[in-house]
Each structure stands twice: as C-alpha cells, then as structure tokens.
C-alpha cells in the first residue's frame, strides 16, 4: 500500500486547511485509516481515524470539535478538515492504514505515508 499525504502549508492562527491522503496503490479494497502528526521535538501522536466503511470515527481529544475526517472511497481519498488553527497543531501529519479492518482501536497502523508538514503562525 502506497499513500500520499499533502495539503499542507503555513497558515496563521485561526485559519482552516484540508489536508488530502491518497492511496496511490492498493492490495485490498478498503483500509481503515488514519492521521498522526508529530511537533518537533514531540513524539508522534494519534489525531483521528476512519474506519474502512467510514461509519466509525475517532478522535485524539486534543482536537475534538476542531478536525473531521472523511473519506471518499469512489476516488481512494482521505481528508482532515482542520478549523481554528492554533501555533500547537504545527507539526508534520502523517496519513496511514491498517493492514486489516479488524485492526480498527489499535492505533498502530502498519501503512504509513511520508507526510505533509503543517505550520500555524500566532
């Protein structure tokens, strides 16, 4: 599985931004997926996930009410909608899968992307 991340891009606190995940290329018909992101200097953490129907969701509190995340399975697409930006989610996002659906909750995805790097100026 190959995924492409992009989107991102320096915006000022306050703004929105869409960040997209592709799956370029594809063994199994669907993936439950999922963004990281990771500051500097932090370790990398879990933001959100979508489960391979997208009936089931996810979210890190930390951004509960600010992020959601979609997929458009037609085009092979994932998104996360970000609103009211703020200089602590600057960090780079990862998007990744699972390798299998019944993996949904573990937070340890086996696919990852090479990520988008997303920075919130005050």
């Known amino acids: 599985v190959q995924l492409q991340a992009s989107g991102g891009g320096l915006v000022q606190t306050g703004d929105s931004l869409r960040l997209s995940c592709a799956i370029v290329?594809?063994?199994?018909?669907?993936?439950?997926m999922y963004w990281f992101r990771q500051a500097p200097g932090k370790e990398r953490e879990f933001v959100t996930a979508v489960d391979w129907s997208g009936s089931r969701l996810d979210y890190a509190d930390s951004v509960k009410g600010r992020v959601t995340i979609s997929r458009d399975n037609s085009i092979d697409t994932m998104y996360l909608q970000m609103n009211s930006l703020k200089p602590e989610d600057t960090a780079v996002y990862y998007c990744?899968?699972?390798?299998?659906?019944?993996?949904?909750?573990?937070?340890?995805?086996?696919?990852w992307g090479q990520g988008t790097l997303v920075t919130v100026s005050s």
């Open positions: 990744a899968a699972d390798m299998y659906a019944s993996d949904w909750g573990t937070h340890d995805p086996a696919y």
């Open positions: 290329r594809r063994t199994v018909r669907s993936y439950n």
